[in-house]
């Protein structure tokens, strides 16, 4: 079984910081890429940012330039540090991870529980 566990959201200010972080945990033989989703009352789940194993990332058009995502490969740990924070990116905020848990090569995808951003003066 596998989980993923995050931590670091809270209430911050326009402007201001948070880090995520998210660790994955259990039987994992190998993880392929990882990634923060958000989702905002009445409207879908989006990607935020993703990482490769190799460290090549990808970034929402709308975080380019505030958002950074890294990883730690030997702790399956991902992060997402967030600054210059804004009002719309208040939303519940997903850790994903594309992993093998069967140690046969089959990628399945798994997710937090979630963890909730809020950006308000």
């Known amino acids: 079984q596998v989980h993923l566990v995050e931590s670091g959201g809270g209430l911050v200010q326009p402007g201001g910081s948070l880090r995520l972080s998210c660790a994955a945990s259990?039987?994992?033989?190998?993880?392929?890429?990882m990634g923060w989703y958000r989702q905002a009352p009445g409207k879908q789940r989006e990607l935020v940012a993703a990482i490769t194993s190799s460290g090549s990332a990808n970034y929402a058009d709308s975080v380019k330039g505030r958002f950074t995502i890294s990883r730690n490969n030997a702790k399956n740990t991902v992060y997402l540090q967030m600054n210059n924070l804004k009002p719309e990116d208040t939303a519940v905020y997903f850790c994903n991870a594309r992993l093998d848990s069967t140690g046969w090569g089959l990628l399945r995808d798994y997710w937090g529980q979630g963890t909730q951003v809020t950006v308000s003066s």
């Open positions: 259990g039987v994992i033989f190998s993880i392929n890429a």
